[in-house]
């Protein structure tokens, strides 16, 4: 048996992550999260910002397509015509967490991290983020990242909480 053990967020990480709290801070604006690659590792990042229960209250890790049906309101017909991995799953992730939670922005992620499933039309390393602010159609964004799954997952929260910070800002997060 294999146990992994989590490395210890880069700085990179944890100075996006702080970015975003100031933002949010100063814009009183409410953030939630829809997990399913990163595991909950958006959410981490943004709760070792001290004071960040003042605008982070909901993080949803939804990594079975089960639990992206119950809690975020992705449809099965979604799911089955595109896979967990796309576009339209992600859109839907983002607005689902959003309307859940009642937050102001969302980000969603779901991807391939390996080292297994990929696939010739979705190789690891793809992940798709999506990005939703209230009143807005979310936007979607596809990645390929490389390296192994603990990089590969680093790298999607990454551009995640880069897109939230853009958002919060005013700028639109990459398309």
Same mark, same amino acid.
């Given at each position: /048996? %294999? !146990? ?6 880069? *700085?990179?990480?944890? *100075? ?10 100063? *814009?009183?604006? &409410?953030?939630?999260?829809? $997990? ?12 070792? %910002?001290?004071?960040?229960?003042? +605008?982070?209250? !909901?993080?949803?890790?939804? !990594? ?9 309101? %992705? ?9 967990? %991995?796309?576009?339209?799953? @992600? $859109? ?14 969302? @980000? ?8 297994? =499933? =990929?696939?010739?039309?979705?190789? @690891?390393?793809?992940? +798709?983020?999506? +990005?939703? &602010? ?8 596809? !990645? ?18 880069? =897109?939230?910070?853009? /958002?919060?800002? =005013? ?5």
């Amino acid at each position: /048996m %294999v !146990y992994l053990t989590l490395a210890p967020m880069g *700085k990179d990480i944890l *100075k996006l992550a702080n970015r975003l709290g100031q933002v949010s801070e100063s *814009k009183r604006l &409410h953030i939630t999260t829809a $997990e399913s690659c990163t595991g909950g590792g958006i959410a981490a990042a943004i709760t070792e %910002v001290p004071g960040s229960s003042n +605008w982070f209250e !909901y993080g949803f890790v939804t !990594y079975a397509n089960r639990a992206k049906m119950d809690l975020l309101g %992705v449809t099965a017909e979604s799911l089955q015509r595109f896979g967990a %991995v796309s576009r339209e799953v @992600v $859109e839907q992730m983002a607005a689902g967490a959003l309307a859940a939670a009642g937050a102001d922005l969302a @980000v969603a992620a779901s991807g391939i991290a390996g080292p297994d =499933g =990929g696939s010739a039309d979705k190789p @690891v390393g793809t992940v +798709w983020l999506a +990005w939703a &602010h209230r009143g807005a159609y979310p936007r979607a964004q596809q !990645y390929l990242f490389q390296g192994n799954r603990g990089e590969i997952r680093a790298q999607a929260v990454e551009a995640a909480l880069a =897109g939230l910070i853009a /958002m919060a800002e =005013g700028d639109k997060p990459p398309s």
